[in-house]
């Protein structure tokens, strides 16, 4: 049985948020005008773009925001959690998410779980020779993903995912050829995915964020796999022995 391990990045691989984490690097007076319009209307991953420009004019270094992103908090249950995963030669790890590519290389790198996943699926940033991070849409304006699904959040409907990522969209074209999929997130934009999971499937969202509160409302039903809240990276980390152990036994006696 091969399974895909897909995961969110902030508040899921990651004990906190990689583009707060950023922006506390701004100085005082720019952070507030990014409140003000029309950056507080600007679409997230411009907006983050506008911010490293800001970064850079401001004379913050790449050694020093490489150093944030280096810095994220991960726990090492969650890195166990995927090293068992990936060590059972039954499963492939990927990430999607919201933040940036650098961001996530560079945090993956740090805590060496590069080579534990295989595929990460985000916004695309580089650095230009001066030293300047450029963050790109992964969807563009002129192509949009054309997802509809929308989900009640505070009462209210809204579009499950943003207009840069559709993650179900991702989500379907990553598991062809897998038997099933384990997915973990924790934000609104983890609902379309879950969506999209099969009763062979296990969805692990996490406790007491902006997912958990989607799927206490009415559209909760939508979900047909098996359900697993998490708070804390060891409760993955417990999970996971649950759901590989038997492969990990299996590959021990293969010949
Ligand atoms: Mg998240
Ligand atoms: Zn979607």
């Known amino acids: 049985m091969r399974t895909l391990v897909a995961l969110d990045f902030d508040w899921t691989l990651i004990d906190e948020d990689s583009d707060q984490a950023v922006i506390t690097l701004l100085p005082p007076n720019v952070h507030a005008d990014l409140r003000e319009k029309p950056y507080a209307s600007m679409q997230w991953t411009d907006k983050m773009n506008h911010i490293y420009g800001e970064l850079h004019r401001s004379g913050c270094t790449r050694e020093q925001i490489t150093t944030v992103f280096t810095a994220l908090k991960l726990h090492s249950s969650m ?31 740090a805590h060496q779980l590069d080579s534990v996943v295989s595929e990460v699926i985000t916004n695309e940033s ?11 849409r992964y969807v563009s304006a002129e192509t949009p993903h054309g997802c509809t699904r929308t989900a009640l959040y505070k009462e209210n409907p809204i579009p499950s995912c943003a207009l840069n990522i559709c993650k179900g969209r991702e989500l379907r074209r990553l598991r062809a050829g897998y038997d099933r999929v384990v997915y973990l997130g924790d934000g609104r934009n983890d609902y379309c995915p879950g969506c999209e999971l099969t009763s062979l499937d296990v969805y692990m969202p996490r406790r007491d964020r902006g997912l958990h509160a989607i799927l206490s409302g009415p559209d909760g039903a939508a979900i047909q796999a098996r359900t697993v809240y998490w708070t804390h990276a060891d409760d993955v980390l417990e999970e996971f022995e649950t759901i590989f152990a038997p492969l990990a036994a299996n590959k021990s006696q293969a010949p």
């Open 126 to 136: 580089t650095w230009t020779p001066e030293g300047r991070l450029g963050v790109r």
């Open 79 to 109: 890195r166990t959690a995927l090293q068992l995963a990936k060590q059972t030669g039954a499963a492939d790890v990927v990430i999607i998410s919201d933040s940036n590519t650098v961001a996530i290389q560079e945090c993956l790198r």
